[in-house]
């Protein structure tokens, strides 16, 4: 390999566009900005919808649907399967449940109880809401179910 096979295309740097330095920097007056306008001012990012000043189409259909996302009740969820690790006639309470780690934390609604799985030892439940099956499933194993 000599010096002359050195392709001088792999040591080039691009120098960056000048702008605003006069007239015959060939960037000069409006800087490629073009003349006045929101896209001539600086932070201007635009509406990606923007159709020119026409009502853009997201406006012009109607809307559909229902979202109750902000006003849902959302529950922490534990099945009576995984209660089957504790001891028989313990209190089970959501701050027991957390602090054993069996779940993480609250969610705005509470604790609720869900009847998967199957319970053999009595327990004393205390939870904000239970499913029928899951009442039904503690009261068979010979425990108690209270509602906060």
Known sequence: ????????????HKSRKRRG???RSGHGKTSGSGHKGANARAGHSGMNAYEGGQTPLFKRLPKRGFNNAKYRIEY???????LNGFAAGTEITPEFLIKSGTIG????????????????????????????????????????????
């Open 76 to 82: 922490t969820v534990v099945n009576v399967g995984d």
């Open 21 to 23: 330095r006069g007239p």
């Open 105 to 148: 934390k609250l969610s705005k609604g509470g604790l609720k109880v869900l009847g998967t799985g199957a319970l053999e030892v009595p327990l004393k439940v205390q939870a904000h809401k239970f499913s029928q099956s899951a009442v039904e499933k503690i009261r068979e194993a010979g425990g108690e179910v209270k509602e906060l």
């Open 1 to 12: 390999m000599n010096l002359i096979e050195i392709k001088k295309t792999s040591l080039q």
